[in-house]
T-cell receptor
Framework: DADVTQTPRNRITKTGKRIMLECSQT?????MYWYRQDPGLGLRLIYY???????NKGEISDGYSVSRQAQAKFSLSLESAIPNQTALYFC?????????????FGDGTRLSIL | TQLLEQSPQFLSIQEGENLTVYCNSS?????LQWYRQEPGEGPVLLVT?????EVKKLKRLTFQFGDARKDSSLHITAAQPGDTGLYLC????????????FGKGTLLTVNP
């Protein structure tokens, strides 16, 4: 089984719908992250959480919200989806530490908003 | 906001050729990581470089960290089709508020 699992893997929905992307991990890491990936733009950080009671905005948090339900679960919500949120979304985890900690990624959710 | 420039954006070469990918910033890195991403999968860490001037080797891949810790390069010797993928560099912001800033990536295609 994958250490970082994202569901669903693919989703097509319509403008204005509420969408939730789920992430669960078995690595026991405290830190979790949500990124979006667009062609030619690399990975951009949406939100991150260093423990269950800690939530922080990343560089592109507008239009998104998150919930850290437990150490192992971190979900991303789009309250009212719009077409420019069509992208590949990745969840990642890492161990605590000042630097050098690798991030461990799930296999992504491909989201299309019509 | 710290920016990380990666070049080239696309690279298509024949099997057996050598190549170099570059990662540059105007800011000093605390450390820099290189990831490789294959289609349908998330990025996977290749290496972390920490010390200025550091060189690390991973089979046919050689990673260098600039002396001033503002740049890094990835050199692949005798590329193989299995090296095909998106190569991403990422720098950390340092300190306890650890998060990564990613470059836009280099999409490498190695043709048989």
């Amino acid at each position: 089984d994958a250490d970082v699992t994202q569901t669903p893997r693919n989703r097509i929905t319509k403008t204005g719908k509420r969408i939730m992307l789920e992430c669960s991990q078995t690595k026991g890491h405290d830190r979790m992250y949500w990124y979006r990936q667009d062609p030619g733009l690399g990975l951009r950080l949406i939100y991150y959480s260093f423990d269950v009671k800690d939530i922080n905005k990343g560089e592109i948090s507008d239009g998104y919200s998150v919930s850290r339900q437990a150490q192992a679960k971190f979900s991303l919500s789009l309250e009212s989806a719009i077409p420019n949120q069509t992208a590949l979304y990745f969840c990642a985890t890492s161990e605590p530490g000042f630097s050098n900690q690798p991030q461990h990624f799930g296999d992504g959710t491909r989201l299309s908003i019509l | 906001t710290q920016l990380l420039e990666q070049s080239p954006q696309f690279l298509s070469i024949q099997e057996g050729e050598n190549l170099t990918v570059y990662c540059n910033s105007s800011s000093v890195f605390s450390s820099l990581q290189w990831y490789r991403q294959e289609p349908g999968e998330g990025p996977v860490l290749l290496v972390t470089v920490v010390t200025g001037g550091e060189v690390k080797k991973l089979k046919r891949l050689t990673f260098q960290f600039g002396d001033a810790r503002k740049d890094s390069s990835l050199h692949i010797t005798a590329a193989q089709p299995g090296d095909t993928g998106l190569y991403l560099c990422a720098m950390d912001s340092g300190g306890s508020n650890y998060k990564l800033t990613f470059g836009k990536g280099t999409l490498l295609t190695v043709n048989p």
